[in-house]
């Protein structure tokens, strides 16, 4: 009992699909993987340091990695107008060719836009993690974030923040629930993320799951 498992990888192939589409022989499967993770970070970082110009957030949903012999293909799924869009065609090639020159390899970068982009929960957590950081009461960010999920028409979701939360000397678990988030029913889609906020008092951790449909 109480042996937790990622949300996503226990419905892989039925409700969720892979967001990395690529082979690659055993002995060098783990570069492969780390060469996503670092392509992922590496875009995320470059967003970051154009946002500063801009308000808001990074607002990015998720990124699909197609590998190909000699192309690799980042879709890249965001909910808000951000600078990767303000300049659509001049920041999508600066982008394409910083990370050209970072991973030595030739990219095909695309964006898509998402239309609710309140039901996905990495926008979520970074809405709850600016909130956090300008010292708005966990409460009442997590409710005001519920109150955008539930606009978009999902059937549940769950909110869980970990840490020094308000800058207690104690680190404590909060979580709020609002409508069905059945974790144990593989045939419930159910989106889910953890992200980290750096606070001033520390660091906390924010886990989301968002259950959208049954099938």
């Keep these: 009992m109480g042996q937790k ?3 996503l990888g226990f419905r892989l192939g ?20 780390q060469e996503d993770e670092k392509i992922r970070n590496f875009i995320k970082n470059h967003v970051k340091k154009k946002k500063k110009i801009s308000s808001g957030f990074e607002g990015i949903a998720y990124m699909v990695i197609k590998k190909r012999i000699d192309l690799i293909q ?12 303000e300049g659509r065609t001049r920041g999508v090639e600066e982008l394409q060719m910083n990370v050209q020159k970072e991973f030595q390899r030739r990219f095909n970068i695309a964006i898509t836009r998402i239309e609710k982009p309140y039901g996905q929960p990495n926008i979520l957590a970074e809405y709850i993690a600016l909130q956090l950081k300008n010292r708005v009461s966990f409460r009442k960010a997590i409710k005001k974030a519920i109150e955008l999920t539930e606009q978009t028409g999902t059937k549940g979701i769950q909110v869980q923040i970990a840490g020094r939360i308000d800058g207690k000397e104690i680190a404590r678990v909060e979580w709020i629930r609002e409508g069905r988030v059945p974790l144990q029913t593989i045939r419930a889609k159910i989106d889910h993320c953890s992200h980290t906020i750096r606070t001033i008092y520390g660091v906390l951790g924010i886990k989301i799951w968002i259950f959208v449909n049954q099938e």
Excluded: E, R
């Design 5 to 7: 498992i990622n949300p």
């Design 74 to 85: 980042v879709i890249i799924y965001i909910g808000f107008p951000n600078l990767l869009i």
């Design 14 to 33: 039925t409700t969720q699909s892979h967001h990395s589409f690529w082979f690659a022989k055993p002995k060098d499967f783990s570069m492969g993987l």
